[in-house]
């Protein structure tokens, strides 16, 4: 099934964060999705009301690993899906944000994926690098993994800059 989440806007609510969204199914609008951030269920305005019965039938073939029910295997349902989908857009945005910020220093990802921590500085590293040599760079480098073992760097740079 090619379903997407498209024009994604977020906001703080009462109850956390809301969002309202486009729901495609094939490429095609099928509802606006609105999550008041105030605990309850999303609300959709269906535009389609038969390919989004569908989409609503293959949300409840979906199984997940519950965070809270010590990971009890749950079913899916049409709002976890829709959210499960805007989690993975919002993670690529801030990869994207976060790879941008390899040019002036070293990033780092969590062993759980959900956090990123960084070593940054006032000039590229290509300045640095001119200025101070490869292995001092390399150096610092190389303590800033000891500092975070558990991390994962995601520099895709270091090559080009003559890194390890």
């Given amino acids: 099934m090619n379903l997407s989440v498209e024009n994604i ?22 509802a606006f999705v609105i999550d008041n951030a105030d605990g309850g269920e999303y609300h959709y305005d269906v535009l389609d009301k038969e390919k989004f019965q569908k989409v609503v039938a293959y949300a409840k073939t979906l199984k997940y690993q519950s ?20 989690v993975k857009i919002e993670k ?32 590229s590293l290509k300045n640095l690098i001119a200025m101070y040599g490869v292995e001092k760079i390399q150096a610092g480098l190389d303590d800033a993994r000891k500092k975070l073992p558990k991390h994962t760097l995601i520099n895709e ?5 003559g890194l390890k």
Avoid: P, R, W
């Fill in 67 to 86: 965070e809270y029910f010590q990971g009890e295997e749950m079913t899916m349902d049409i709002d976890g899906l829709v959210c499960d989908i805007c």
């Fill in 92 to 123: 690529e945005k801030t990869h994207k944000k976060m790879l941008k910020k390899t040019v002036n220093g070293f990033m780092f990802l969590s062993s759980d994926g959900k956090s990123y921590n960084g070593f940054s500085y006032k000039q």
């Fill in 9 to 30: 806007v977020t906001f703080v609510g009462t109850d956390g964060y809301g969002l309202n969204a486009d729901l495609l199914l094939d490429g095609k609008k099928i």
């Fill in 157 to 161: 740079n270091l090559a080009e800059l």
